[in-house]
């Protein structure tokens, strides 16, 4: 585990979590992220090896359910909550192009 | 004539109306809302019309529903068709879910009048509602305090008598910790006993929906109406739903029952002695009560905090500004959600952002999310030892009661803190549930957790019930 969170880890996980961080935030986060992973030590230094992970209290496995037709969301009503829609399909700023 | 199982019995045998009774409570939020802020959205217009419809139905000698009239609130993470659903957050300003969420099908089915959504904190990520978009719901008890929270809207909403009812929903103690600072009762079930589909997900392997009501009885009628098997959501439990009001009033003679030692630890001291308290009234009942060590739960916080952010960090990816709620406009795609993202969250879900993203960030995740998800098994195991020697367990709802507004914003970690108690119910995908034991020294309420193992609702009302009719009995006669 890393010592300390620096400017720059928070920078970088601001970029993975598409995320425009100010300077404050960078320096906030930094202490703050620092403080709660400082939290987690005692649960890291836990023996855990042959533990499964839970997610489930109850062991449910595959679940699958009859292969029927079913009405679905109505395309209209999600595309009316789109903030830009062109010819039935949701429209976004330009993708390809230079780097940001 | 106020709970939920008399209001449905008077209007199914027209004994009473259901506009009479929406009007009343449409009363009380038209007095107190403007100081309490329960809501985000009264359904005024809605819930008379939704009345009107069952009264004509009732007069027309149809069938209506087991919570046929009963005024009920929602919190605003649940999905309701047409509605504006918010999270209280900006991002998803505008945003009308274009379905409802199951629980909000099957409560219409039932004849529930929905009086409004509720304020919570910011995608359910806080315990004081603070880190709500649209301000702070403050408790109907004293207002110079907080609800509690995430689902603070909703335990206000109850204690304030804008409803009878609520649904809220718990990710480590988001309905059970409100329930407590507020002074009415509040459930969070097995995970998997009630439908996730259409609560806009927080961390998808600990949330879960669940009541708040003034009285055990009304919990247990509502938890019977939304539990049962939905095919829309693949973590539910097939198994069908359990049968809960007959167990309120069952008593505990011969229950076995644990207070968990190491949750009674930094806990203040009134709220100690009220729990102690409430387990002298379980062994005159005719329970045997004993402490029990659940030595993993130590472990519980530090393990929350690295899962909760890390899954609320996937699931809050979707909000790009490209499908529903706020854009920030922008030349190119990855400023675009860059900014908006920035603009549409605020501190508290950034923070929670950015932790889950470190911990799943590569070279971490084994050492982080995965570790953790182990720690709830060796969590989970050692409830299981002490459910071999106990029918349900004890401890406080949170350490304190209903803190100042402003005590614990500064120090996310202070904040964190209040769910001590009730986050490893979460872990394990335990039931727990918060019933109202008496007050501190401040005269504001205490809570008193009941857990059970999984599947064990029965045992907890019975538990719960039993609970209750002693703390009605110490107000009667105080």
């Known amino acids: 585990m890393p010592d300390r969170i620096t400017p720059d880890d928070v920078r970088h996980v601001a970029r993975l979590a598409r995320l425009a961080v100010t300077d404050e935030e960078v320096e906030l986060f930094a202490g703050q992220l620092a403080a709660v992973l400082e939290h987690a030590t005692d649960v890291e230094a836990l023996d855990t090896s042959g533990v499964p992970p839970t997610a489930h209290p109850l062991p449910l496995e595959n679940v699958l359910r009859d292969d029927v037709v079913r009405t679905g969301v109505d395309r209209e009503e999600v595309l009316r909550m789109a903030p830009g829609t062109e010819a039935g399909r949701f429209r976004v700023p330009r993708i390809l192009g230079e780097a940001p | ?478």
């Open chain 2, 1 to 478: 004539m106020r709970t939920a199982v008399d209001i449905a019995e008077a209007v199914r045998t027209g004994a009473r109306s259901a506009v009479d009774v929406i009007d009343e409570h449409l009363a009380e939020v038209d007095r107190r809302e403007p100081e309490i802020h329960a809501f985000n959205l009264v359904l005024a217009d809605e819930a008379r019309r939704a009345a009107a419809d069952l009264d004509r139905r009732v007069a027309a000698g149809e069938s209506v529903g087991r919570l046929a009239g009963v005024p009920l609130a929602l919190k605003d993470n649940l999905c309701t068709r047409g509605l504006p659903t918010t999270c209280s957050s900006r991002i998803l300003d505008g945003w009308c879910p274009p379905y409802d969420a199951t629980v909000v099908e099957r409560l219409r089915a039932a004849g529930a009048v929905f009086v409004g959504k509720t304020n919570l904190d910011e995608f359910a990520m806080g315990s004081s509602t603070e880190n709500s978009a649209f301000g702070p719901t403050r408790n109907p008890l004293d207002i110079t305090r907080v609800p509690g929270g995430s689902s603070g809207g909703s335990a206000a909403a109850v204690a304030a008598g804008f409803a009878p009812l609520a649904l809220g929903s718990d990710t480590g103690g988001s309905i059970r910790q409100p329930a407590a600072f507020c002074g009415v009762v509040g459930v969070k079930p097995t995970y998997g006993a009630v439908s996730r589909y259409g609560l806009i997900a927080f961390a998808s392997s600990l949330d879960q929906i669940g009541p708040f009501s003034a009285t055990v009885a009304d919990s247990a009628l509502l938890l019977e109406v939304i539990a049962g098997h939905d095919p829309l959501d693949s973590t539910s439990i097939q198994s069908p739903a359990p049968s809960l009001t007959e167990a309120v009033e069952v008593g505990v003679e011969g229950l076995r029952i644990g207070i968990i030692r190491e949750l009674m630890d930094g806990i203040d001291a009134d709220v100690a002695a009220r729990v102690r308290e409430a387990a002298d009234v379980l062994a005159a009942a005719g329970a045997k009560v004993e402490e029990v060590s659940v030595a993993a739960t130590i472990y519980g916080l530090s393990a929350y905090y690295l899962i909760a952010p890390a899954e609320a960090s996937s699931n809050l990816s979707r909000y790009d500004g490209v499908r529903y709620g706020l854009r920030v406009d922008a030349p190119d795609i990855t400023t675009m959600y860059e900014q908006t993202r920035a603009a549409g969250f605020g501190p508290e879900v950034k923070r929670r952002i950015m932790l889950g993203t470190y911990a799943l960030s590569a070279g971490y995740y084994d050492a982080y999310y995965g570790q953790a998800q182990r720690v709830r098994t060796l969590i989970t195991r050692d409830f299981d030892s002490a459910y071999e020697h106990f029918d349900a367990l004890l401890s406080p709802t949170a350490p304190t009661t209903a803190f100042a507004f402003g005590a614990k914003t500064e120090n996310p970690l202070a904040m964190y803190l209040s769910d001590v108690c009730t986050i490893p119910s979460n872990l394990a995908g335990h039931p727990a549930m918060s019933v109202p034991f008496g007050t501190g020294d401040d005269g504001l309420p205490v809570g008193v957790q009941v857990l059970a193992p999984a599947l064990g609702e029965t045992v907890m009302f019975r538990v719960a019930g039993a609970l209750e009719a002693a703390a009605t009995a110490a107000t009667v006669m105080a």
